[in-house]
Nanobody
Framework: QVQLVESGGGLVHAGGSLRLSCVVS??????????MGWFRQAPGKDREFVAA????????LYPPSVEGRFDISRDNAKNTVFLQMNSLKPEDTAVYYC????????????????WGQGTQVTVSS
């Protein structure tokens, strides 16, 4: 059993920044190369891929909608993954979910094995 706990959401003006954190706990092996990442879901919309990172090596993936504005990173020693969000836009408003992959990296929900509970990010115009 693995638990993911997010923090760092909140309300910010357009153009501002927020940093989300996700701590992973439970049955984790230090040499397990399972990807970590973030999705978001706005009301009435499907859950959308935001960013992912390989646990070993730190290779990253982003969709065009956030590339250049968002940065995913991890601290392996603390079993924590971060999402630095800059130049936020009102359309970034959503519940953000931390995710742990079934493999080394993922870009869709089918590649996720565990989810956090979500943290609200609201960007005002």
């Amino acid at each position: 059993q693995v638990q993911l706990v997010e923090s760092g959401g909140g309300l910010v003006h357009a153009g501002g920044s927020l940093r989300l954190s996700c701590v992973v706990s439970g049955r984790i092996l230090s040499n397990e190369n399972l990807g970590m990442g973030w999705f978001r879901q706005a009301p009435g919309k499907d859950r959308e891929f935001v960013a992912a990172i390989t646990w070993i090596g730190g290779s990253t993936l982003y969709p065009p909608s956030v590339e250049g504005r968002f940065d995913i990173s991890r601290d392996n020693a603390k079993n924590t993954v971060f999402l630095q969000m800059n130049s936020l836009k009102p359309e970034d408003t959503a519940v953000y979910y931390c995710a742990r992959g079934r493999g080394i990296i993922f870009t869709d929900v089918a590649g996720v094995s565990s989810w956090g509970q979500g943290t609200q990010v609201t960007v005002s115009s």
